[in-house]
């Protein structure tokens, strides 16, 4: 089956965001595929570059990157959200030396997102 997951919770303060994480492993085990994570409204949180939680702890944001990059599924942010919560890129920040958006993520719009929803086999949401 093919799967979209939808996060909307931040990357700490909720168990829904390793819930996500969890369950994406869990499905990616069993042989199903994903087909995008759509990080949104306090979900974008995944995506800040900034993140940086003390040695002892789990680095979801780490976590996440090395997950899309074994099994090739894009991490997209809204970039709406995004902006508001002041995750930006090369073409969003004010100034290019701003920009902490996290390697493997990307800002996106909700078309991507749409057109996700559309193909999959189930949407999941976080």
């Not at 894009?74 to 958006?101: H, S, W």
Request: overall charge negative; aromatic content about 12%.
């Amino acid at each position: 089956m093919r799967y979209v997951l939808s996060v909307t919770q931040p990357v700490y303060g909720s168990e829904a965001s390793f819930l996500a994480y969890q369950v994406a492993r869990a499905l990616l085990q069993a042989g199903h595929i994903i087909d995008q994570v759509f990080f949104s409204q306090a979900g974008v949180s995944h995506g800040n570059g900034y993140v940086y939680p003390a040695n002892d702890e789990f680095h979801l944001v780490k976590q996440w990157q090395q997950l899309s990059a074994q099994h090739h599924f894009p991490l997209y942010l809204c970039i709406a959200a995004a902006q508001r919560r002041g995750v930006v890129n090369d073409e969003t920040a004010f100034a290019k030396e701003q920009n902490n958006l996290a390697s493997g993520f990307v800002l996106a719009g909700l078309g991507e997102f749409s057109q996700a929803v559309l193909t999959a086999d189930r949407v999941i949401t976080f």
